[in-house]
């Protein structure tokens, strides 16, 4: 798999901080940018279990699922998110996870 120099600098950061949320959720996207779905689940995963109230993580791991053909891990990922946004008072989120769910309840 091809890396990037966005990516590579990303995870030097990221051994300075290895639990930083943003830079984790910023792994995560590179990797899902470049095609690397395994990579890209593997630090959706470890944002959720360093920070479980990082709320814009479970819009993403819910699509990631999606693409990975896994409806049921999605649905759980937007009903985790959806929990997460009512509890910080995130309308924006909670609207976007809950027309994700709706989207993949039709489908």
């Known amino acids: 798999m091809t890396s990037t120099p966005r990516l590579q600098l990303l995870l030097q950061m990221l051994q300075d901080s290895p639990e930083d949320s943003f830079l984790l959720f910023a792994i995560a996207k590179e990797y899902e940018n470049l095609g690397d779905t395994a ?3 593997d630090y959706y995963l470890r944002l959720q279990q360093a920070d479980p109230g990082y709320v814009g993580l479970y819009y993403h791991l819910g699509k990631l699922y999606e ?3 896994q409806p049921d891990a999605a649905m759980q990922a937007y009903d985790q ?3 997460v946004a009512q509890s910080v008072g995130d309308r924006h989120a909670w ?7 709706l989207n993949l309840d039709y489908a």
Not at 95 to 101: G, K, T, V
């Open 95 to 101: 609207s976007e996870l809950s027309a994700a769910r």
């Open 67 to 69: 693409q990975m053909e």
């Open 81 to 83: 998110g959806l929990v």
């Open 39 to 41: 990579q890209a689940l």
